[in-house]
């Protein structure tokens, strides 16, 4: 965050530096008009180092953040409170100081070079020296009233300087969370892309290149799905990003082990992230599905990559298919490439009909939607402390200018003057963020200083009697801080030219000593608030692009880590033999027939990981393999969503019938997901159900298993002609519920549901 603490530093010296170079130049022209009333040349000298470093703080602001300008501001600010009573009017006078706006502006300039302690310290030095020598030229009272109003200004000032840090740091403590929370967002969702990918490696190389090898059609394709499948597994996916100024390449080597002729078009290159990985694989298992399914052999490819999208469009001339009929690319397009796209937020549109040829579409964004910036508002309620010190400058303002009623026409006016001001100062603060808010704060304040400039008999005079002016500063400046630093700094220039033509009309003179000491206090008012909110607003920016930078990283690395995890799960999962056998058959190696036997029940093994993972424990995966060793065939299918006490009743019921059941008998055991439930009547509801089909010399072991499970009150059964259909009981924990076993003869057995994940997957397995 150091950047961000770097712009609001350089936000606040420009702020006070310009602040310098205006209440310089005012103070100049001061001096020329008050020529011989003050020490002129003493004061044409403070003034002019006053504005040479003025001019130094913003050249040094807009390229370092050294703060030795500010220092020598401070420096020289504390000299002059000390000197003060030796700079002061030669003659008995009521007029200010020139030196008046720099020595307020002095404090600032301490609180930012120095502290906060630094800068309240020259604030009440300088209201102590104010009090001191006002007070002789005045009265006691104005006196203390006007230097506990230069010392509240100066307070004001260095309380502001820490809140805007504070605040800075409470957004950059925000940002950091919020980003925090994106990761953790991002750590579980990296985990689901990374189950779905290997979903989609299991699916599509090594249930295919297993059930291939198993069947002996293509030794070819058997071998190129057992080396993909291999090549996934053993890199364990890290610095496998899929971006940069490789990805046609990649992309080419893939056509190329695929034996196609690719015709490629790229225009700019994909940042390495977790999106264009999803990108690439979804691209190569496109290209795979036309080497296998178009029968053509050559494939187009247009991509198109910048920061804010991607696209990459596949196209092949081959023989199409039907996106309205279930077809085993159908299926794998289903798994591997719209699933893979939408993980990662983007999406795959496929358009084809049989003869036509097959387009695939692919669009995501280089950062997923849950990695947007997010945006953390400044509370407008972390400067309430400079609310406070604004109506007490205003109540100190009214309580001075009350002392000239005598020099305005109708007193009452200044009173109601007072409460329209503080009126208009917590409409500002509390008001909507809307044009309407400060268009109508503006034009009620040229109003009130239009009448109450009409109010005052001799403008010329430079006393207290123009007190509303200093008492606008606050308004001013929250319109520019808070709505729009425009309508501030408008405002601003609006008020003296009101009030000028004001005078001309009413008095017959334009007051231009007392306009321009006006007009200088609210631009600097107006000025200080606009650079204040843009070095907030460039300190909130700075800190979400490194958070964000810090976030990408940490997805990238979060992306290889759940990558990692899901290599070591899955080998797990397929145990032993299985990546073994893989290996062989990606090596070419010839295949017996006991190993094709093998093939298949590992084929058959791994199906089961995709589409019954919370069904198997070791137990389940051991009967399972022997029952297929013995030739059953076994199908599982479990919904996502399944109730546990469902799995539960069928891993008992699986372990009571394989060990019984004898070739050629076939088991397809399905679990139905709670929410399919949901939408039944109780009469129809079915959580899991086991079909036993058996043939001729299993007929004994069927008669077995009817007699191990009929005693199960968990289920019911009935057998139709040679078929078992073992039904789990929708019922709770303790209800007495006697099972029944009943058999009888029927024509056409009942159609029994299947899961349709399970039909996608059979399908999807070349035959």
Sequence with gaps: ?????????????????????????????????????FPGLAMVVILLTYLALGVWSLVVAATTTALLPMRLISIISLGCYVAYPFLGPTHPTSEYSPLTHVLVIGGVCASISFGAF????????????????????????????????????????????????????????????????????????QADIERGRFDSIVHDAVIGGLLIAGRGLDDNAARHLAAEAVTAYDSGGVDSVSGGDDWPSRVRDVARRLGLDLVLQVRGMPRQTWVSDAIFTATAEALSNV???????????????????????????????????????????????????RAVGGDAEIESAPGRGTTVSLTARPVARAGE???????????????????????IHAAIGFQYLDAVRLPALDYAGVAVILGLLLWTWRGPQRRSTWVSSSLLLV???????????????????????????????????????FGGIVTAIVIPAAMTLTFLVVAGNAAGSAVLSAATQLVVCAILGLLLRRGLDLAATSMNQVARMAYRLRVDELAREARVEEVRLRNRELGSACLPMLRRIGEGGMLSEEDRRQCL????????????????DQDLVAALDQARSRGIRVDLAVGKGAADATLVTLRDLLGVLLPILRAPSAVRATAAPISQLDDLSSAAKVPGRIVVTHQGSAEGAFDAAVLALGHDSRVSMEVIDDVLLVQVLPIAPGDPIEASAESRDSQDPPELAEPSRLARVSEACPA
């Excluded at 509370?379 to 400058?393: E, K, N």
């Excluded at 010329?460 to 200093?470: C, E, K, Q, T």
Aim: one cysteine or more; aromatic letters at 4%.
């Design 291 to 341: 080497a296998r399914h178009s029968g053509q052999t050559q494939a187009h490819i247009q991509a198109f990559f910048n920061p804010r999208l991607m696209k990459v469009v596949i196209r092949d001339e081959g023989r199409g298919f039907d996106l309205a009929q279930r077809s085993p690319r159908r299926a794998g397009i289903s798994t591997s490439i719209q699933g893979r796209l």
């Design 601 to 616: 029940r590992l084929e058959a093994a791994v199906r089961d990981q995709l589409v019954a993972r919370r069904l198997l």
């Design 1 to 37: 965050m150091s950047r961000a603490r770097r712009n609001l530093q350089a936000a606040l010296t420009r702020a006070a530096a310009l602040s310098v170079i205006l209440g310089s130049g005012v103070g100049l022209v001061n001096v020329a008009l008050l020529w011989g009333i």
């Design 373 to 395: 910036v997010p945006i953390t508002p400044w509370r407008v309620s972390a400067f309430a402390p400079l609310l406070v010190m604004a109506v007490v400058a205003i109540g």
């Design 447 to 485: 109003a009130l200083v239009v009448c109450l400039s009409a109010n005052v008999r001799e403008p010329a005079i430079h006393d207290w009697r123009l007190w509303f002016v200093g008492a606008l500063d606050g308004v001013i400046a929250l319109i520019a801080f808070r709505h729009s630093a």
């Design 118 to 189: 630094a800068g309240a310290t020259t604030a009440v030095l300088a209201g102590v020296a104010t009090a001191l020598i006002r007070a002789e030229q005045t009265s006691v009272l104005q006196g203390v009233l006007e230097g506990a109003l230069l010392a509240v200004t100066g307070l004001a000032a260095a309380l502001a300087v820490v809140l805007i840090r504070r605040a800075s740091a409470s957004v950059a403590l925000a940002t950091d969370e919020l980003w925090q929370l994106q990761a953790l967002a991002a750590q579980s969702r």
